[in-house]
């Protein structure tokens, strides 16, 4: 399983920008559940949106809730993140991530938090905001 992130770059501050991670599985992609991470600089890695498998249920870190929508199209074998109205403190390396089959928005919540299990982990795309 290989997953390839992209659409970061620099945005100012109160724009959008959506990345967009890309999954190449053998297996039925449908049954993995997707997150985005990101590390900022010097400050550990933060689970901040995941999406099921199965009913897409999804959870947010309060950090982005609101602001940010996490999507899958389970046919292109993609998620995305879209991010509106960034600040600067969304500046960071954002990562995909899958792991297999969680069902419920309180299983997303757990692995956003602790990262356990996760099966797989995509190189990681720059997103810079200026003030």
């Known amino acids: 399983v290989q997953l390839q992130a992209s659409g970061g770059g620099l945005v100012q501050a109160g724009g959008s920008l959506r990345l967009s991670c890309t999954v190449s599985?053998?297996?039925?992609?449908?049954?993995?559940?997707m997150g985005w991470f990101r590390q900022a600089p010097g400050k550990e890695r933060e689970g901040i949106a995941g999406?099921?498998?199965?009913?897409?249920?999804?959870h947010y870190a309060d950090s982005v809730k609101d602001r940010f929508t996490i999507s899958r199209d389970n046919a292109k074998k993609t998620v995305e993140l879209r991010m509106n109205r960034v600040k600067p403190d969304d500046t960071a390396v954002y990562y995909c991530?899958?792991?297999?089959?969680?069902?419920?928005?309180?299983?997303?919540?757990?692995?956003?938090?602790?990262?356990?299990?996760?099966?797989?982990w995509g190189k990681g795309t720059q997103v810079t905001v200026s003030s």
């Open positions: 599985v053998r297996s039925t992609f449908s049954r993995y559940s």
């Open positions: 991530a899958a792991l297999w089959d969680i069902t419920s928005e309180q299983g997303l919540s757990v692995w956003m938090r602790y990262f356990s299990g996760t099966d797989y």
């Open positions: 999406i099921a498998s199965r009913d897409g249920a999804t």
